[in-house]
Nanobody, 122 residues
Framework: QVQLVESGGGLVQAGASLRLSCAAS????????MGWFRQAPGKEREFVGA????????YNTNSMKGRFTISRDNAKNTVYLQMDSLKLEDTAVYYC???????????????WGQGTQVTVSS
């Protein structure tokens, strides 16, 4: 079992930065791929990016790769999502998920946090 708790969301202006954290319980955290997803009202959960246990990240699109950075600290059982140059369309609830496999689909993740709201205003 893995329990995940996200934090760091909030209300920011366009162009600002935020760093989200996802703290995980469990001694086997380092073996999991950790993914970040987001869900805007009325839309499906969207893959943002993920980081393998080796520390190698993958991002959804080139736009996210240039503005978002995923990292993990296995000693602290925590994965981070650094978001820079935030845009209005980044507004969503951000979730972290954990899987022993690898994937960009939400169905492939076995464990989820409760989500943290990110709101970007003009």
């Amino acid at each position: 079992q893995v329990q995940l708790v996200e934090s760091g969301g909030g209300l920011v202006q366009a162009g600002a930065s935020l760093r989200l954290s996802c703290a995980a319980s469990g001694r086997t955290f380092s073996t999991y791929t950790m993914g970040w997803f987001r869900q805007a009202p009325g839309k499906e959960r969207e893959f943002v990016g993920a980081i393998r246990w080796t520390g190698v990240p993958t991002y959804n699109t080139n736009s996210m790769k240039g503005r978002f950075t995923i990292s993990r600290d296995n000693a602290k059982n925590t994965v981070y999502l650094q978001m820079d140059s935030l845009k209005l369309e980044d507004t969503a609830v951000y979730y972290c998920g954990a899987t022993l496999g690898w994937g960009t689909e939400a169905l492939g993740y076995q464990y989820w946090g409760q989500g943290t709201q990110v709101t970007v205003s003009s």
